[in-house]
């Protein structure tokens, strides 16, 4: 079995995907501790799938053998860099519930609280993210970016404006699409 089958095989059974998602959660968490420990949260919610893109693009380029790759199928390593991200974002909220034993909560408002934290009140986070788990539960196409809106401009932080309660509105649709399997628009 040589290099490119093996790559092939992984990519086949989608543990490429599940292991760069892994690696992205660690990679995530040690700049939260150290280099980005600072830097404000609503960065730090974009963090996974930024790097997450990264590392697809350059597992992508290493699996072809072919930088070029990346520009004839940009589109396909951005979904693929998406789809990492949610994952990885499913990743740390599985371990803050199940290995730091924090207070139990659904999987779903699990990632869009850590999508939401530094957006919304401290105070009102839990909440937030129950509701809009509850406004998606049955509406992830439709109008559900803009229940989801909505709701955080309830729960908005003081410096949160518009355009970024817009934006993370579209992002949480986005993660819970690509989690139960429908395509990100």
């Known amino acids: 079995m040589d290099f490119l089958t093996i790559i092939d ?10 292991t760069i998602s892994a690696i992205t959660c660690v990679i995530v968490q040690i700049l939260k501790r150290t280099l980005l420990k600072n830097c404000p949260k609503k960065v730090i919610t974009f ?18 053998l072919d930088i070029g790759y990346l520009l004839t ?21 599985l371990y803050e519930q199940l290995i730091r034993e924090r207070e139990q909560t659904g999987v779903t408002e699990g990632v869009i609280a850590a ?6 009140t401290q105070e009102g986070a839990a909440d937030a993210a129950k ?4 406004a998606l539960k049955d ?3 439709g109008d559900g970016a ?11 932080a ?26 990100a628009q």
């Open 73 to 93: 199928d940009l589109p396909y390593v951005c979904e693929r860099g998406f789809t990492i991200g949610a994952l990885s974002t499913v990743l740390y909220v």
């Open 9 to 18: 095989n992984l990519t086949n059974y989608g543990v490429d995907i599940a």
């Open 47 to 64: 963090l996974p799938f930024v790097i997450g893109t990264i590392l697809y693009a350059v597992f992508a380029a290493v699996a072809h």
């Open 139 to 141: 509406d992830l196409n």
């Open 131 to 134: 509701r809009i788990a509850e």
């Open 115 to 120: 999508l939401i934290e530094g957006y919304v």
């Open 158 to 183: 003081e410096d949160t404006d518009q355009i970024e309660i817009e934006a993370v509105s579209k992002v949480i649709v986005d993660t819970l699409k690509s989690l139960t399997g429908q395509s």
């Open 146 to 156: 803009k229940l989801a809106a909505d709701i955080l401009k309830e729960y908005a």
